[in-house]
C-alpha cells in the first residue's frame, strides 16, 4: 500500500486508515526525527519521548505543501481534524487536500489533537460558501455528513510526494505507526512539513 493512500486513513492523517486513533493497534507519531539507520527510524516527541520504528523496504515520503483555501471546491477530496461544535458543525483545525482522484479513510473517526476532536475525509458537496468567519462546505462520506467551517488562517496543505533525503535528524515528522505485534511499531511513510514546518496534523 502507498502512502498517499495510508495518509488519507488516519490522515486518516487520516492520512490514514479508518479506526480511532486511540486504537492500540495504530500510534499516531508527531516529533522530531531522532535518528534513521536504513529502515530503523527513531522519532523523539514535545516530552522527550523517543518511538522506535521499523520502515518497510518502499517506505515513501509524503510533503505537506501549503495551498490556498481557494483550492477547495465542490468535488474535491479532503481530510480535516476538527472540533464540533454545540450546532453540530465541526470547527477547523487543519485541512489537508488529496491528489485528485485519490480517496481513502472516509467516515468520521475520533483524532487525538485535542480532547473531543474528530477527524473527518469525505468529498466537498453542495458550494463553498465565504463570510468573515471563514468558509463553510458540507463533506459527505458513507453513512452520513458534516458541515465544517474553516477559520481564517486555519493551515491547509496538499500532499505531494517527497524523497528519502529529506528526512535527517532534527525534522518534524507525523507518522502513522501500526503495532507489529511484538510490542514494536511499523509503517511505510513519513509525512513532513515544507521547508522543515511541522506537519499540522
Known amino acids: 500500500m502507498k502512502f498517499s493512500y495510508l495518509i488519507g486513513g488516519a490522515l486518516a492523517l487520516a492520512l490514514v486508515m479508518p479506526a480511532s486513533a486511540q486504537d492500540t493497534q495504530r500510534k499516531l507519531l508527531r516529533g522530531v526525527v531522532a535518528t534513521l539507520d536504513g529502515q530503523n527510524l527513531t522519532v523523539k516527541d514535545k516530552d522527550g519521548q523517543v518511538t522506535g520504528v521499523s520502515l518497510s523496504p518502499d517506505w515513501n515520503v509524503r510533503v505537506m505543501v501549503p495551498i490556498g483555501v481557494e483550492a477547495i471546491h465542490t468535488g474535491s477530496f479532503i481530510g480535516t481534524a476538527h472540533v464540533p461544535q454545540a450546532d453540530g458543525t465541526g470547527r477547523s483545525m487543519?485541512?489537508?487536500v488529496f491528489p485528485p482522484g485519490v480517496k481513502s479513510g472516509e467516515g468520521e473517526h475520533d483524532w487525538d489533537s485535542q480532547a473531543g476532536a474528530k477527524m473527518t475525509n469525505g468529498t466537498v458537496s453542495g458550494?463553498?460558501?465565504?463570510?468573515?468567519?471563514?468558509?463553510?462546505?458540507?463533506?459527505?462520506?458513507?453513512?452520513?455528513?458534516?458541515?465544517i467551517v474553516i477559520p481564517p488562517n486555519?493551515?491547509?496543505?496538499?500532499?505531494?510526494?517527497?524523497?528519502?533525503?529529506?528526512?535527517?535528524?532534527?525534522?518534524?515528522?507525523?507518522?502513522?505507526?501500526q503495532s507489529d505485534g511484538k510490542g514494536g511499531w511499523k509503517a511505510n511513510g513519513i509525512a513532513i512539513g515544507q521547508d522543515g514546518a511541522a506537519p499540522p496534523m
Not at 127 to 147: C, H, I, M, W, Y
Not at 154 to 177: D, E, N, Y
Request: proline share 10%; charged share 15%.
Open 127 to 147: 458550494q463553498v460558501t465565504a463570510d468573515a468567519n471563514g468558509r463553510e462546505l458540507t463533506l459527505s462520506f458513507p453513512g452520513g455528513s458534516r458541515k
Open 94 to 96: 487543519e485541512v489537508h
Open 154 to 177: 486555519v493551515p491547509i496543505v496538499q500532499l505531494t510526494p517527497g524523497q528519502r533525503a529529506q528526512i535527517k535528524p532534527g525534522i518534524p515528522v507525523f507518522v502513522v505507526a
